[in-house]
Every structure is written in C-alpha cells, then in structure tokens.
Antibody, heavy 123, light 106 residues
Framework: QVQLVQSGPEVKRPGASMKVSCKGS????????LHWVRQAPGHGPEWMGW????????KYAQKFQGRVSMTRDTSIGTAYMELSSLTKDDTAVYYC????????????????WGQGILVTVSS | DIQMTQSPSTLSASVGDRVTITCRASQRISGWLAWYQQKPGKAPKLLIYKASSLESGVPSRFSGSGSGTEFTLTISSLQVDDFATYYC????????FGQGTKLEIK
C-alpha cells in the first residue's frame, strides 16, 4: 500500500533552518508529484510547493520563494524540504502529500499524505 | 491567489442528520475542487475530488456537488466516525485550502 513516512519532530531556534524528509513506498516514487503542505495550530492547511521526483523540477508558493528548497534522492525514494530563516510563525505540522495520478503540471488534489512532522520554532 | 471560504466554521449535528458544508472560491475554478476530512492529530484524508467524484473506499453517504465558484459537501446520514474537521481545496491555480468546518456532536 502507498505510504509516505516522514522524519521526526524538531525544535529550532529563530533564524535557523529546518530540513525534513519524506520517504515514499508502495508505488513508483518518480511517477507522482510530491507536495509539501503545512498547518499551523488551529489553522487550515497551507500549500508550500511541489517537486517532480522524476525531473527534480519544483514550484514553490510565492509566499515561500527564496526561503524554501525541495529536493529528492530517487535512489532511496525520499524527498526533502528545507526552510530557512525560521520565525515563530513557522511553527506548524509539515506534511508531504502525493499528487494524484493525472496531476497536470503539478497542480492536483492530494491522494496520500504523510503522518506529519511538528516543527516548533522557539527561543 | 484564489481564496477559498467555507461556511459554517462550526456545525453542530446529531447522528443520523443530513449536513451540508459550503465552499466558495474567489474566482471560477471549474470543477477542480477536493474535500478532505481531518481528525485531531492526523493528516487530512481525501474524500471527494473533481467536485463530485468519490475517492475509493470512502462511504457513499459522502457526496459533493457544484461548479464555478460554489461547492457543497453533503453527508447524508451522520455517523459517529464523521465528527471531524472538513477542508475544501482548489487545484485550478496552484493549491489553496479553505479554513475548515468543524463538525461537532450536538
């Protein structure tokens, strides 16, 4: 069955960077776009961007451009999301999620989600 | 960016009730809309895509409708397992989620 397994919770200082991982299994990793979505406490989900695991191409939400980087290692079926210059407003649960099969240009609904990673930014 | 507005923010209902949640887009998105269910401490779960297509394995009491800018999610007969928060998401231009509707037990 399709699984997206994410790395563990993190605590970061303001100004630091975070890098979280998402390992896909049960499907062909390079055949589906992989999205990153975050959810601050008590808020709705917020889309951050996607990576095409086949080509390595990316698209980032404007809000995060210049501060986010999405990469992948196809040899181990794992995607990474790095976010820099953290502030307390970046405290959230970060999810990876798979785009549906017929995702056009990366823009699609999300059919499988990782378990989420709580990242806390605190001094 | 396309904004998604859900109503109501909170909905109190009883087991067996029929409930409807509305999602409005700030511009036309054709039928590029999905609905998700989220329970506390868990990831969102896909229920509906392309406005009205039921995801495999999702009970048939869930249904979606709408096009253009106004969409609805209907649960025909509420079960205990359905009390959760529901989100809409557009995928016409990038991805945007609504702020959520919390479905509570009356």
């Amino acid at each position: 069955q399709v699984q997206l397994v994410q790395s563990g919770p993190e605590v970061k200082r303001p100004g630091a960077s975070m890098k979280v991982s998402c390992k896909g299994s049960g499907y062909t990793f390079t055949a589906y776009f992989l999205h990153w979505v975050r959810q601050a406490p008590g808020h709705g989900p917020e889309w951050m961007g996607w990576i095409n695991p086949h080509s390595g191409g990316t698209k980032y939400a404007q809000k995060f451009q210049g501060r986010v980087s999405m990469t992948r290692d196809t040899s181990i079926g794992t995607a990474y999301m790095e976010l820099s210059s953290l502030t307390k407003d970046d405290t959230a649960v970060y999810y990876c999620a798979r785009g549906e099969e017929y995702c056009s240009g990366g823009i699609c609904y999300l059919d499988h989600w990782g378990q989420g990673i709580l990242v806390t930014v605190s001094s | 960016d396309i904004q998604m507005t859900q109503s109501p923010s909170t909905l109190s209902a009883s087991v067996g009730d029929r409930v409807t949640i509305t999602c409005r887009a700030s511009q036309r998105i054709s039928g590029w809309l999905a609905w998700y269910q989220q329970k506390p401490g868990k990831a969102p779960k896909l229920l509906i895509y392309k406005a009205s297509s039921l995801e495999s394995g999702v009970p048939s009491r869930f249904s979606g409708s709408g096009s253009g800018t106004e969409f609805t999610l209907t649960i025909s007969s509420l079960q205990v397992d359905d009390f959760a928060t529901y989100y809409c998401q557009q995928y016409d231009t990038n991805l945007t989620f609504g702020q959520g509707t919390k479905l509570e037990i009356k």
